[in-house]
Nanobody, 125 residues
Framework: QIQLLESGGDSVRPGGSLTLSCAAS????????VGWLRQAPGKEPEGVAR???????EYSASVQGRFSISRDVAKNTLYLQMNQLDVDDTATYYC???????????????????RGQGTQVTVSS
């Protein structure tokens, strides 16, 4: 089964940028529906971005225009470029891969079967 390892989380000031990476191993993420979700303390997990198997992106309203999802098939790695970060973006971020089950839409990303261990993003002044 596919294994996922996120990295790139950090503490930044409002307005800053970060790029999260998700390295996949054992199996390829090429052609699969993949996504990012986040969970803040005391809140439900929230899907923030996804790519279809044909690399069509979709974003949640809360990150539209600020975040960008992409994948590098050669490196078997998924990315999330985050710009104009706000304190409300503070959360643990997870990458996820859909292997079966819910359709490939952003609200369903938290239900994808495969998920990494997460990386912490903290935005504060």
């Amino acid at each position: 089964q596919i294994q996922l390892l996120e990295s790139g989380g950090d503490s930044v000031r409002p307005g800053g940028s970060l790029t999260l990476s998700c390295a996949a191993s054992v199996r390829t993420i090429s052609g699969k529906c993949v996504g990012w979700l986040r969970q803040a303390p005391g809140k439900e997990p929230e899907g923030v971005a996804r790519l279809t198997g044909l690399d069509q992106p979709e974003y949640s309203a809360s990150v539209q225009g600020r975040f960008s999802i992409s994948r590098d098939v050669a490196k078997n790695t998924l990315y999330l470029q985050m710009n104009q970060l706000d304190v409300d973006d503070t959360a643990t971020y997870y990458c996820a891969v859909r292997e079966s089950g819910p359709a490939c839409f952003v609200p369903n990303v938290p239900s994808f079967k495969r998920r990494g261990q997460g990386t912490q993003v903290t935005v504060s002044s």
